[in-house]
């Protein structure tokens, strides 16, 4: 079956660093997306990364290792505007996969 | 470039009417997804379109859900007749597959629909 796990909610304080995890285990794997969303709001992404290793983008890093259906998105220096729900995305195998979400972790910075 | 389209943003009906929900894809783009979002089960694929094409409707709830992509720049999913547990928001999302591409999703603002 098609599951991918990542916590319900987290709090964090302005300023600091907060990692948010994500498991999965997908019937194929073509890549994994990081996507955020704002209350009300469209998903809009991240980040995306298809080999193991660390993808750095500006305060945001993805991390992914595939021998262990693992992923984990950094934020760093967060500010008040990164309150907003985060989602873990599995892109299915085969050139056509659609991408398989998780329910979200829900991020609250808090000065 | 204008982003994807969706309409109407909010609607409201009673169980029992037929419910049309639409989308404008991203010009160029030859995927198009509709997903539904609600509280317990976060974002879920309903069906998706590959040129027009439907590819995949496994996660189309039922006979009451259908979806239509009659040309490369217009999609509706239409629900007849609408139940209360058809309660959330309908997102369309369009991208462009060519190899080596990320193949990301872009998404429309949402239709949230409230069943009473």
């Known amino acids: 079956g098609q599951n991918i796990d990542q916590p319900t909610e987290m709090t964090a304080t302005e300023g600091a660093i907060v990692q948010i995890n994500c498991t999965y285990q997908?019937?194929?794997?073509?890549?994994l997306f990081w996507y955020q969303q704002h209350a009300g709001e469209a998903p809009t992404f991240l980040s995306y990364?298809?080999?193991?290793g660390l993808e750095e983008k500006g305060r945001f890093s993805s991390f992914l290792s595939r021998s262990k259906g693992y992923s984990y998105l950094l934020l760093k220096e967060l500010q008040m505007k990164d309150s907003a729900s985060y989602l873990c995305?599995?892109?299915?195998?085969?050139?056509?996969?659609?991408?398989?979400f998780g329910k979200g972790t829900k991020l609250s910075v808090k000065p | 470039d204008a982003g994807v389209i969706q309409s109407p943003r909010h609607e409201v009906t009673e169980m029992g009417q037929e419910v049309t929900l639409r989308c404008k894809p991203i010009?160029?783009?030859?995927?198009l997804f509709w997903y539904r979002q609600t509280m317990m089960r976060g974002l879920e694929l309903l069906i998706y379109?590959?040129?027009?094409?439907?590819?995949?409707d496994s996660g189309m709830p039922e006979d009451r859900f259908s979806a239509k992509m009659p040309n490369a720049s217009f999609s509706t999913l239409k629900i007849q007749p609408s139940e209360p547990r058809d309660s959330a928001v309908y997102f369309c999302?369009?991208?462009?597959?060519?190899?080596?591409?990320?193949?990301?999703?872009?998404f429309g603002e949402g239709s949230r629909l409230t069943v009473l």
């Open positions: 999302a369009s991208s462009l597959r060519v190899q080596g591409d990320t193949g990301e999703l872009f």
């Open positions: 010009s160029g783009h030859d995927y």
């Open positions: 379109f590959n040129n027009n094409v439907p590819i995949d």
């Open positions: 995305a599995v892109k299915e195998g085969g050139s056509q996969g659609n991408l398989i």
């Open positions: 990364n298809v080999l193991d």
């Open positions: 997908t019937s194929g794997f073509n890549g």
